[in-house]
Every structure is written in C-alpha cells, then in structure tokens.
C-alpha cells in the first residue's frame, strides 16, 4: 500500500505543481513577486493577458499534466513499452483537441518539430536528433513509476537498475528528445520518481538522478550543453541552509528556468534541496521561480509527491485537482502494477 501511496503522490505531485505554475508560467521573478509576493500562497487564476494562460482558473492543469497522462495511458496500454509512431500519433491528437479548446499551451518546439518529421516520413529514430529541450523530462514521471529500482543494495544494483530504467527512458523519449542533454534530464526525473516510490526520501532520490542522468547523457544523439548531472549536483549545492525567498532569487539568477533541460531539471532537484521536507511548500517555491515554472513545478512535485507519498499533499489541493477528473488514482495504480 505504500508503493501505491507514493506512486499517486507523485502524479498528483506532478499535477499540483504544474497547476500553482500555471498562472507564473514565462513571467520573469520580479513580475510573480510584485504581483504575489516573493512566494505564491495557493492556486491562483492567469492574469489577464498572460501570453499563454489568460483566462484559466485557478488549480487548472497545463500540457505538463496532460502529456505525462497521455504517456502514462500508453505505458499501461503497451504492458511498459510505448511504439515511437503511436506517441507521435498521440501527441498530434492532443494537440488537435487543445487547439480546439481555444488552448495556446501546444506542444513545445522540440516536440512540435518531431512529431511533424514523423508525419512526413521521417524515421522516428531520426525524428528526435536535434531535441533538447525539457518536454521529455516534463512527461517522464510514468516511466519512473512503471520502472522499479532495487534499493536495498544501492551500491550493487544501482548501475544494472539504471540502466534498465534509461533503456525505458530512451524508448519514450527517442521520437521526440533523442540526444544526450535532454535524456539525461528525463532519465534523472524518472530515477528519482522510481527511487521515490521504492522507498527513497529527497536526497537518495536526488542521488540516484544524478547517477541516471550520467548514464543517459551518452544516449542519443550529441547536442552542445552543460552536463545535467553535474548541473544538479551544483544547484542542489547553492541552496544549502537558504531560506524559500533567498532559494528562489538563487535558482532563477543561476541556476536558470528556461525550457533548456540543462536549466529547469537542475532547478527542480534545487527545489527539492531547499524544500525537501515538505511536497506542497517545494511546490509552491518552484511555482514562484519564473520562466518554465509550471515545468520545473510538475518535475519537483512528481519527485517530492512519489519521495513523501500522498498523504504528505495538502486534502484541498488534492480536492482541487480530482474536481478536472484527470485519473490520476488508477492510473498511478495501472502504471505501479507494471513495476512488478
């Protein structure tokens, strides 16, 4: 039962973020904090204006959610493997239904250049060469609750376990994300999810990123970036004995919050460092930072929601995302069984 509790945190975790990220999603720091203050409260509705999210209420979702959903959904659907042309496919048809909805949250321009190289015939192996940005990371927390990573003897299993986790990292994300810098992001969130729900608090989970994200990163095809593992030994380093206010100044000056995989995932595993005790307040701290801030929100809400477990989410945050009818609950139980 506490597999299953830690495997709903984190898709919940994933979606609280997203959702206090919504409305502070590509505002720089010092707009979220002349308008809320150095540290969002709660769930707050777009601003009027927003150049993605006007008009939104609060507690709403975005593609973070909904794509990590759409994986998850084809995860179960697939036993654990996911066909490269069936994401692309799947992602096409989202995309399709949220520009139908009147949504500007569409698909990111990794993903969106991909998706239509698979469309036009392009191998799907080739299709993901040059994407290095954080859409893979973003979705990948089903893969970290589908995998499972043997913990009772970290120092033997780690290497052979992680290995197998980035193998299933690499499958989900080659069609859109298939180059070093982006897969060691999304290995890294998907590691510290599945350590996470085996059992891990903040810090091992942060660890077993940190080893994930160095196997990942002579994955795929070679793209000019800073390496992510050590980005996120770094980050989670300039935060020590910083207070939420003084973190969040630190991580958007240095660390940075763009859609760049080498900026946002080591921003989130900061958040987790400076927070790392309390899932709902890393949430809000990421939700403040600026830039990708929903995505960098989701990846710390997914590690922290799979690390502290369900119950560690505040009941009406939790009231607030059922009421969107997402799944979450059988979902994350589809996706844990595959672990077995």
């Known amino acids: 039962m506490k597999t299953l509790m830690r495997a709903r945190g984190a898709l919940y975790g994933l979606a609280i973020g997203d959702a206090l990220g919504m409305p502070t999603q590509m505002l720089s720091r010092p707009q979220i904090v002349a308008r809320w203050g150095t540290l969002l409260a709660g769930f707050e509705p777009a601003p009027p204006g927003h150049p993605i999210a006007a008009g939104l209420p609060a507690g709403t ?6 794509q990590a959903i759409l994986l998850g959904r084809l995860l179960v659907r697939g036993h654990g493997a996911v066909g490269t ?11 399709r239904d949220m520009a139908a909805r009147g949504s500007l949250d569409l698909l990111g321009p990794s993903t969106k250049r991909a998706v239509a190289a698979v469309l036009a015939g392009v191998p799907p192996e080739e299709a993901g060469a040059s994407g290095a940005t954080n859409g893979a990371a973003m979705r990948i927390a089903p893969v970290g609750i589908a995998v499972n990573l043997d913990l009772p003897d970290p120092r033997r299993a780690v290497r052979p376990t992680l290995s ?30 599945s350590a996470g729900v085996s059992g891990a608090g903040p810090g091992e989970a942060t660890a077993f990123a940190v080893d994930a994200a160095g196997i990942a990163a002579s994955r795929g095809h070679w793209v000019a970036g800073a390496d992510v593992a050590a980005r996120i030994e770094w980050a989670t380093g300039l935060v020590t004995g910083l207070d939420s206010a003084a973190a969040a100044d630190v991580i958007y000056t240095l660390v940075g919050t763009s859609l760049a995989t080498q900026e946002s995932v080591p921003a989130a595993f900061a958040v987790l460092a400076a927070v790392p005790d309390d899932p709902w307040q890393a949430c809000l701290l990421a939700a403040s930072l600026g830039g990708d801030c929903d995505t960098i929100a989701a990846m710390a809400g997914a590690v922290a929601g799979a690390c502290h477990g369900l119950g560690a989410l505040p009941a009406d945050a939790l009231a607030v995302i059922d009421a969107q009818d997402l799944g979450l609950t059988a979902l994350a139980d589809d996706l844990c069984a595959l672990r077995s």
């Not at 979702?61 to 909904?66: F, N, S, W």
């Not at 042309?85 to 995309?95: F, I, K, M, P, T």
């Not at 690499?170 to 510290?192: N, P």
């Open 61 to 66: 979702v975005t593609d973070d959610t909904e």
């Open 164 to 193: 197998i986790l980035t193998d299933q990292v690499e499958a989900a994300s080659r069609v859109t994300h298939h180059t070093g810098v982006a897969l060691a992001g999304a290995a890294a969130v998907a590691a510290a999810v």
């Open 85 to 95: 042309r069936e994401l692309a496919q799947a992602l096409v048809s989202w995309e």
